[in-house]
């Protein structure tokens, strides 16, 4: 069954630094996401992208963040410079279409631990 | 606006019992309503999904209620099972920005006691 694969698992930063999120969404899907979860709180949306643009972002991905698709089948999510409260887990999901009953699929997460 | 409100924050259900975890929403234009279940350590799952123009939606022990005028929707499982222990989100998205964003409820917590 088809997934998607999100590397690495657990990433450990020092504030301030970049880091790079990295996600293989399946490979028929066109449109892609990045959620986070901070710890015992609701999943929530950060940005979604299709046509190699971003279609829409919330008011957390601010100018700290940013995405691409560098080769066509990556996805990624980069923060440029690394707050203490970038400690989350963010999840890379993809779908086939933006389309209202077009399931979702969620990757296992990227657990980011800014010390 | 975009919040999607749930309860209860937690559920201990006796296994055989029925787990009910209730979800309000604000926004009129959601038109997709999908729960996901989530395991520890991993990603969550599509569970079940329902658009307004329905009740009602069930699939196998998991059924989903959906009252459109008070912007209310709830998920049931019957004969809950150890097995359903997991962390449930209830969602709304509004499909008229084709973006397939998704608002999640804060998640419920259900533990099925054998």
């Known amino acids: 069954e088809p997934e998607v694969t999100q590397t690495p698992s657990h990433q450990v930063t020092q504030m301030g630094q970049e880091v790079i999120l990295r996600c293989v969404p399946i490979s028929n899907h066109l449109y892609f996401y990045w959620y986070r979860q901070i710890l015992g709180q609701k999943v929530e949306f950060l940005v979604s992208f299709y046509n190699n643009e971003i279609s829409e972002k919330s008011e957390i991905f601010d100018d700290q963040f940013s995405v691409e698709r560098p080769d066509g089948s990556n996805f990624t999510l980069k923060i440029r410079s690394t707050k203490l409260e970038d400690s989350a887990m963010y999840f890379c999901?993809?779908?086939?279409?933006?389309?209202?009953?077009?399931?979702?699929?969620f990757g296992q997460g990227t657990r980011l631990t800014v010390v | 606006q975009q919040q999607v409100k749930q309860s209860p924050q937690s559920l201990i259900v006796q296994k055989g019992g029925i787990s009910i975890i209730n979800c309000a929403y604000e926004n009129t234009a959601f038109d997709y309503f999908p729960w996901y279940q989530q395991f520890p350590g991993k990603g969550p799952a599509l569970l079940i999904a329902?658009?307004?123009?329905?009740s009602e939606k069930k699939e196998g022990r998991f059924t989903i209620s959906f009252n459109k005028s008070a912007k209310q929707f709830s998920l049931h499982i019957m004969d809950s099972q150890p097995g359903d222990s997991a962390t449930y989100f209830c969602a709304g998205s509004d499909g008229s920005g084709n973006t397939g964003k998704l608002i999640f409820g804060q998640g419920t917590t259900l533990q099925v006691k054998p």
């Open positions: 329902i658009r307004p123009d329905v």
């Open positions: 999901a993809s779908s086939r279409t933006g389309h209202m009953n077009t399931e979702a699929f």
